[in-house]
């Protein structure tokens, strides 16, 4: 992640001198929004070690990109593009008026799970290699707030809201909004139970 960030931090630097240097009104026109240029920054590609980390290959985990992660407070937010060949989606019978194209709403289930599996890896530090797997444990409240296009990413946010990690357990409960060009789309308040799978454990009580 360190290097991601000095990536992005140069490439910003950069652009902000073009902007600067093609107009010189540029630093006392603008409001420069520090939330927004830290979060900016702190953008990085997914990577190699998270990809293979990953239960699902990337036809299933469909992220293409991690925009922030705030681990003190246990929230990450994560981009999905948007595309006709999306699962489920793909399969639409699509009208410009009566169904038009959008990411079905089974589709957005499915993402809860990726994202908390991003969660899972850079906030919580639990790794699918080590033994750790996490299923779906309740959706106590689901609504779905706005049509999800094919015109713009989704900004897909997680926060947990409970979480309790034990040495080979845990428990986590979650709040979801997802985000398309500023409209919120889908949110959710639901919760996952992660286990530690011990192999070695489970071939000894097999052979019992």
Known sequence: MHKAFVARTFEFV????????????????????????????????????????????????LLDEILEIDADAS??????????ELPLTRT?????????RHINGGLMVHMTGML???????????????GWIGYGGRIYDARYLSLASMEAPLELHIQA???????????????????????DVYASDQSAMWQKIDL?????????
């Open 14 to 61: 950069l652009r902000l001198f073009s902007l600067v240097a093609l107009s010189p009104n540029f630093a006392s026109k603008t409001l420069v929004d520090e939330r927004a240029i830290f979060r900016y920054l702190r953008r990085m590609p997914l990577e190699d070690a998270f990809l293979a980390d990953c239960p699902y290959g990337p036809e299933g985990l």
């Open 75 to 84: 929230r990450l937010v994560a981009r999905m593009p948007v595309h006709a």
């Open 200 to 208: 070695a454990e489970r071939s000894q009580e097999q052979g019992q």
């Open 161 to 183: 809201t409970r979480q309790r990690v034990r040495e080979k357990q845990a428990f986590v409960r979650y709040d979801f909004r997802f985000v398309q060009s500023e409209r």
């Open 92 to 100: 639409q019978r699509a009208h410009p008026q009566r169904h038009p």
């Open 116 to 130: 908390a599996f991003a969660h899972a890896y850079y906030v919580l530090g639990l790794r699918h290699g080590e």
